[in-house]
């Protein structure tokens, strides 16, 4: 079973800090792409960032620019986001994709050969 499972979310206040995970099984996964997404409350997904298959290309989205940082390490088939200096407006669903395309913007659902976790919550309040 191809699958990549997303943890770390939680609540935290502006200008905290969250490291989230996202651990992948049952495919090759330095073949892949990660890219992360989320997903406000009645809003559509916004592409947050992609780290290519070796780690060495990164890309994030204006909003979360020099905010978060991504990372993988291969050997333990896991990807990371790092996100520090939060706002309430991070506050969404995190997920995790895994993509053989490289893009800048979150690979559509409808895409054949993805492997989307079931997300985590981030929640950013006082």
């Known amino acids: 079973?191809?699958?990549?499972?997303?943890?770390?979310?939680?609540?935290?206040q502006p200008g905290g800090s969250l490291r989230l995970s996202c651990v992948a099984s049952g495919f090759t996964f330095d073949l892949y792409h990660?890219?992360?997404t989320r997903q406000a409350p009645g809003k559509g997904?916004?592409?947050v960032s992609v780290i290519s298959e070796d780690?060495?290309?990164k890309r994030?989205?204006?909003?979360v620019e020099g905010r978060?940082?991504?990372t993988r390490d291969n050997a333990l088939n896991t990807a990371y986001l790092q996100m520090d200096s939060l706002e309430p407006e991070d506050t969404a669903v995190y997920y995790?994709?895994?993509s053989r395309l490289l893009r800048l913007d979150t690979p559509p659902r409808t895409e054949t050969?993805?492997?989307?976790g079931q997300g985590t919550q981030v929640t950013i309040a006082s």
Not at 3 to 10: D, H, R, T, Y
Not at 113 to 116: A, D, E, K, M, S
């Open 1 to 12: 079973e191809e699958q990549v499972v997303e943890s770390g979310g939680g609540l935290v």
């Open 34 to 36: 990660i890219f992360w």
């Open 45 to 47: 997904f916004e592409w």
């Open 55 to 57: 780690g060495i290309y």
């Open 60 to 63: 994030y989205g204006d909003s």
């Open 68 to 70: 978060f940082t991504a």
């Open 96 to 98: 995790c994709v895994a």
């Open 113 to 116: 050969g993805n492997i989307w």
